[in-house]
């Protein structure tokens, strides 16, 4: 069965950064786009970075230029590196290929 997990988050200060994991399994995983989204408490959630299979990318405006998205399909991972945190980056991250969904990993900027 499908499994995304997702790791890397914390508490960080502004201005620090953070690298969060996804380890997926159970598809086909180099086939997908692969995105990361998060969702902040009282908001919905929203696309932060995505990744094509040929490693096309899309940023979210908010985020461009301090996170950067890359792909392992030997690993079957997705990596999102957080810089120059802001304390609107706060949120639940998940990593998804559109149709599944993992648990998430908090990501808190004070």
């Known amino acids: 069965h499908v499994q995304l997990v997702e790791s890397g988050g914390g508490s960080v200060q502004a201005g620090g950064s953070l690298r969060l994991s996804c380890a997926a399994s159970?598809?086909?995983?180099?086939?997908?786009?692969m995105g990361w989204f998060r969702q902040a408490p009282g908001k919905e959630r929203g696309g932060v970075a995505i990744?094509?299979?040929?490693?096309?990318?899309t940023y979210a405006d908010s985020v461009k230029g301090r996170f950067i998205i890359s792909r392992d399909d030997a690993t079957n991972t997705l990596i999102l590196q957080l810089d120059s945190l802001k304390t609107e980056d706060t949120a639940r991250y998940y990593c998804?290929?559109?149709?599944?969904w993992g648990q998430g990993t908090q990501v808190t900027v004070s």
């Open positions: 990744i094509d299979m040929y490693s096309k990318i």
């Open positions: 159970g598809y086909t995983y180099s086939s997908y786009c």
């Open positions: 998804t290929p559109g149709v599944y």
